[in-house]
């Protein structure tokens, strides 16, 4: 069954990450970092599998798309025209008894100068303003001619660079640009495990297009992103879209949408569409002194474009699929009885692992030959090779790890020169010659 999104189901996930290598709090041994978090050898390729289904769906299946990886260090003034170093802060208050800070729009009486921590009852300070960047410095002095700051989104990067690639791309409008890429924010309340963090990783799209076509584009990205969620995996009833209220918006922004997901804290966002109308060009080119216009072809007119932007949180998105794919039921033992099940029902093209060789017995006859299937599988995904412990316990563990297949290498296969191949939801089997297994996998994992 399907485990309900819980307070409990976020604890059983946590455990369950580090337990099995998905993600580790940073720093662990000297008392780990605020809201820090490490992928360990499963968590990378998951959320490898993540960025990679995101970018063929919005770059590699796509002629109006094409990529960008730009620096995180930008100069200063890119920072001062986007209005972040103005514009980017949240209202902060501090408890002058219990000390703890808080985000005066996330409290429920924002009004109230009561502190909100049961049993404190301490007198809150007075809204300041507090900006989200990081600020470091570039060179060998630390002063103000050298703050440069880490960026807080990747969406700048395409921005100031819209003329580089649409002169060398020879792109016409409407056109995207993707980026995956670190971004970082010094929250104030950070939490919720890798939910909201200082160090994220995010996967955006600038799409540019004219202003009379903005809002039809509009929709139709706010449609295919909200699907990507479910194509992979999410339950529909898990998702949910939500449109920013006029006083919500953005001053950028003449819309936008956020694809929520029902975490166990309830609604939150995994993904936001917005239309950025022309602002960000315009910034740019009123700071810089340099245009970036597009020239129309078919009017001979220069044009600023409008943009769509589809913001997605790798992060949030890994987490998300985690808590969707995890499931209990019951299992046969080897005595005929049943015990309890754990595994995470992960689309196999997001599964860390694809498949696990498991050979019955270590006996050098089946360890050659699943050795040898192991090798041949590894050239075409990841793949497990696992020979400790009983076959049960071993599909226990890939089953918790979300690996889809499980395949047996035992004596039979002497003869037959044929495995068992077991499927992770149905527990089902069926026995394919090892010439085969690849032909027989390949559409299982790649669903295409």
């Given at each position: 069954m399907s485990v309900a999104a819980t307070p409990d189901l976020m604890e059983t996930i946590v455990s369950l990450c580090k337990r099995r290598g998905f993600i580790f709090p940073s720093s662990e041994i000297y008392g780990g970092i605020g809201s820090t978090w490490d992928y360990g050898p499963l968590g990378v390729l998951l959320k490898n599998n993540v960025k990679q289904a995101w970018w063929r769906s919005v770059v590699q299946m796509r002629d109006d798309m094409v990529g960008l990886d730009a620096a995180i260090l930008m100069h200063p003034t890119?920072?001062?025209?986007?209005?972040?170093?103005?514009?980017?802060?949240?209202?902060?208050?501090?408890?002058?008894?219990?000390?703890?800070?808080?985000?005066?729009?996330?409290?429920?009486?924002?009004?109230?100068?009561?502190?909100?921590n049961k049993g404190c009852g301490g007198e809150l300070t007075e809204a300041r303003n507090f900006n989200l960047m990081f600020r470091t410095f570039m060179g060998p002095l630390e002063d103000d001619a050298a703050v440069v700051f880490l960026r807080p989104e990747t969406a700048q990067g395409i921005f100031v660079n819209f003329k580089n690639v649409q002169g060398t791309t020879r792109k016409k409008l409407p056109f995207g640009i993707a980026q995956i890429g670190k971004a970082f924010r010094n929250e104030i309340t950070p939490g919720k495990f890798t939910f909201r963090t200082r160090e994220f990783e995010q996967m955006e799209i600038e799409y540019f297009c004219k202003g009379a076509d903005a809002p039809g584009l509009y929709n139709e990205w706010v449609d295919q992103r909200f699907s990507w969620y479910s194509e992979y995996g999410i339950r529909p009833d898990h998702l949910r879209l939500r449109a920013h209220a006029s006083d919500e918006l953005a001053h950028y922004a003449a819309a936008c949408q956020d694809v929520e997901y029902l975490f166990p804290w309830g609604w939150s966002e995994l993904e936001g569409v917005a239309n950025r109308t022309d602002y960000d060009l315009k910034q740019h080119m009123k700071f810089s002194g340099k245009t970036l216009e597009y020239f129309d072809e078919e009017t001979k007119e220069q044009v600023i474009p409008y943009v769509i932007e589809p913001s997605a949180g790798a992060d949030r998105g890994t987490l998300?699929?985690?808590?969707?794919?995890?499931?209990?039921?019951?299992?046969?033992?080897?005595?005929?009885?049943?015990?309890?099940?754990?595994?995470?029902?992960?689309?196999?093209?997001?599964?860390?692992?694809?498949?696990?060789?498991?050979?019955?017995?270590?006996?050098?006859?089946?360890?050659?030959?699943?050795?040898?299937?192991?090798?041949?599988?590894?050239?075409?995904?990841?793949?497990?090779?696992?020979?400790?412990?009983?076959?049960?316990?071993?599909?226990?563990?890939?089953?918790?790890?979300?690996?889809?297949?499980?395949?047996?290498?035992?004596?039979?296969?002497?003869?037959?020169?044929?495995?068992?191949?077991?499927?992770?939801?149905?527990?089902?089997?069926?026995?394919?010659?090892?010439?085969?297994?690849?032909?027989?996998?390949?559409?299982?994992?790649?669903?295409?």
């Open positions: 890119v920072w001062r025209a986007s209005g972040h170093v103005e514009n980017f802060t949240d209202p902060l208050v501090d408890c002058k008894k219990c000390k703890q800070r808080f985000r005066l729009d996330e409290l429920d009486n924002p009004d109230s100068k009561v502190c909100p998300a699929f985690l808590f969707d794919a995890y499931h209990e039921d019951e299992a046969p033992t080897g005595d005929g009885g049943t015990e309890k099940r754990v595994s995470l029902r992960l689309d196999p093209r997001l599964a860390p692992m694809k498949a696990a060789v498991l050979p019955l017995s270590k006996k050098p006859e089946l360890s050659g030959v699943a050795e040898k299937l192991h090798n041949a599988l590894r050239q075409e995904w990841m793949v497990d090779y696992d020979d400790r412990q009983n076959i049960g316990k071993r599909y226990r563990r890939q089953d918790e790890v979300g690996t889809p297949f499980c395949i047996t290498v035992d004596f039979q296969t002497l003869e037959d020169q044929a495995v068992t191949i077991r499927e992770r939801d149905s527990m089902q089997q069926e026995r394919v010659a090892l010439d085969k297994v690849i032909e027989v996998l390949r559409p299982r994992i790649t669903k295409r």
